[in-house]
């Protein structure tokens, strides 16, 4: 079947530009999972939905940073003002259980973004 | 809150050799451990974790991981590697009372014929 999807796959924004990035979770998946890697490092956390709930944005790094999830299927993570630190790459998961780390989360391709 | 200290950034092997991936923990409750694998241009994809019980666990691919509770460590082995494990490697800790999964920095393993 189908995985977790990202689009899209390379993003290339000027300073001060707003970007959103997509990521389709695998039909059914109940929890979705934003993630931040930078180049050379491990993945970062940055928000989790349980459905359309967003129940932990602890790890987004400013507001300019802001995540949805409005049906609980399709995710938005939206960047305003973008600056040359949030240059990274941007993955998404899902999980087919409750939010909880004891099951396993499907990571998508991810989205390079590059900030000029 | 728990973290991750993957001790080699890079491991360069011979195909068929046995290799070793170190990874490190501190925590002070109860964790789940994971190792995952990303291939170039790839998304991250499971190789095996530890949740309870055995501290010996089996993974994909012929991996297999050791949790070791005294030591705080979680190793990746495998006892011969194929050009085809050429990829980054990456440990996760996540404790088991809240929801914040930590990765390590990742050990980019190279297999060489």
């Known amino acids: 079947g189908a995985g977790v999807s990202q689009s899209p796959r390379y993003k290339v924004a000027k300073r001060g530009q707003d970007v959103a990035l997509r990521c389709d979770p695998i039909s059914g998946h109940v929890s979705l999972f934003w993630y931040q890697q930078a180049l050379g490092q491990g993945p970062e956390f940055l928000t989790y939905f349980q459905n359309e709930a967003q129940l932990d944005k602890s790890g987004l790094p400013s507001d300019r940073f802001f995540a949805e999830r409005p049906e609980g299927s399709v995710s938005t993570l939206k960047i305003q003002r973008t600056q040359q630190e949030d240059s990274a790459v941007y993955l998404c998961?899902?999980?087919?259980?409750?939010?909880?780390?004891?099951?396993?989360?499907?990571f998508g391709p991810g989205t390079r973004l590059t900030v000029t | 809150a728990q973290s991750v200290t993957q001790l080699d950034s890079q491991v360069p092997v011979f195909e068929e050799a046995p290799v070793e991936l170190r990874c490190n923990y501190s925590s002070s409750v109860s964790v789940y451990l994971f190792w995952y694998v990303q291939y170039p241009n790839q998304g991250l994809q499971l190789l095996l974790k530890?949740?309870?019980?055995?501290?010996l666990v089996k993974g994909i691919n012929g991996f297999e991981a050791e949790f070791n509770k005294s030591q705080t460590s979680f190793h990746l082995r495998k006892p011969s590697v194929h050009i085809s494990d050429t990829a980054e490697y990456f440990c996760a800790v996540s404790d088991t009372d809240n929801n914040d999964m930590r990765f390590g920095a990742g050990t980019r393993l190279t297999v060489k014929p």
């Open positions: 530890y949740l309870s019980g055995s501290t």
């Open positions: 998961a899902s999980s087919p259980n409750r939010v909880s780390f004891s099951y396993e989360q499907y």
